[in-house]
């Protein structure tokens, strides 16, 4: 059982201790998606189709493919007709339009904070700026951004691309952001594009999540001074990888990230007293739970908790399952 004592306090010479940070886990746009598929495969039955992984942690993506649900890369491997369930990274309206083509039934759960950054990229587009978009190639979420304003938007990985990107008006240039990224990175990248366009329009609001950010702020709490630091989280989770980098910048001897118990090594705890564990935002609480009882089984106490955020947001269910949800429930009323 954890303890909720606030700060971390200095050890003794022979005391060890586990630290877990909170707020971890799982986020509001996390959730969304996941029940989101649950609530499909309930409501719909199997299989339901989710083009890419709903979220980035292996372990949910297989706890809902033995449940029903079917991972495909695109919309091509889905059947005519079927349903298929767009995930919490977003996509671009090109593939909108190609499940509308082929008469799929969509359930769009991208997080609503990467919707708002779809329509900032949208109206900046309609404004006549060029976009910056700061993230990382491949993922997602840049990808789905970019689709919004095809020509306009521009990646930028971190402040070495800076100058090597070409606009057509150096006093019409708007940023953006991948909403899992590192807040201090972002902030080094935004400087260094302020610098080469001093006229630099920032987006209305900060792009980066609130739970990245708090993630983030309670890694650096418990980070500092912290012989170990371990992140669950998976590979391919942006904000997980983050994670371990800003545990690392804060001071933490070593961090290291894991899918799960089974992937902490014996090595790693050689000589270290104090160990601090978080998870990313896709992640859920069983998996910490396992890591903690695993280390309990080495000879570590119970973890005190490192509070440094409350977080209270829910988003509601995508608009077309709350439809037929409630069209179910109606009809149930009735006998039907």
């Known amino acids: 059982m954890s303890t909720d004592l606030g700060t971390p306090r200095v050890l003794s010479e022979t005391e060890k201790a586990v630290l877990l940070a909170s707020p971890r886990g799982y986020c509001a746009g996390v959730d969304r998606a996941v029940v989101t598929v649950e609530q499909a495969l309930d409501l719909y039955g199997a299989p339901i189709y989710v083009r890419k992984e709903i979220v980035h942690n292996k372990h949910v993506v297989d706890d809902l493919r033995e449940r029903g ?20 990274h977003g996509v671009s309206p090109a593939v909108h339009a190609a499940a509308a083509e082929r008469e799929l039934k969509t359930i769009d759960a991208t997080c609503p904070l990467v919707t708002k950054v779809h329509h900032e990229a949208k109206r900046f587009a309609g404004d006549d700026y060029d976009i910056l978009l700061i993230g990382h ?12 304003a095809p020509g306009r938007i521009q990646l930028v990985e971190g402040p070495d691309d800076v100058d090597r990107i070409v606009v ?18 972002t902030l080094e990248t935004v400087a260094a594009l302020r610098r080469r366009f001093p006229e630099l329009l920032d987006p209305p609001s900060d792009d980066i999540c609130y739970a990245t950010q708090n993630r983030q702020q309670a890694v650096k709490e418990i980070a500092t001074g912290t012989d170990l630091v371990l992140v669950v989280g ?4 942006s904000n997980s990888v983050r994670l371990v980098e800003v545990a690392k910048e804060a001071g933490a001897k070593a961090a290291h990230r894991i899918d799960d118990a089974g992937e902490l090594q014996d090595g790693w705890l050689e000589g270290v ?28 106490p119970d973890p005190r908790v490192v ?7 829910i988003f509601a269910l995508p608009k077309e ?3 037929d949800l409630k069209a179910a429930a109606a009809a149930g009323s009735t006998g039907a």
């Not at 998976?234 to 989770?237: D, F, L, R």
């Open 69 to 88: 649900a079917i991972f495909v890369e695109e919309l091509d491997e889905v059947p005519a007709g079927a349903t298929v369930v767009f995930s919490a």
């Open 137 to 148: 190639a491949g993922h997602e979420e840049v990808e789905g951004t970019m689709g919004e």
């Open 168 to 185: 057509r008006d150096p006093s019409r240039v708007a940023w953006l952001s991948q909403t899992t990224l590192s807040v201090d990175e």
């Open 234 to 237: 998976s590979g391919n989770s």
């Open 273 to 300: 007293r104090s160990v601090a564990v978080t998870s990313g935002a896709s992640v859920p609480e069983k998996l910490v739970d396992g890591v903690l009882a695993l280390l309990a089984e080495k000879g570590y």
């Open 307 to 313: 509070r440094s955020a409350e977080e209270s947001l």
């Open 321 to 323: 399952l709350r439809r």
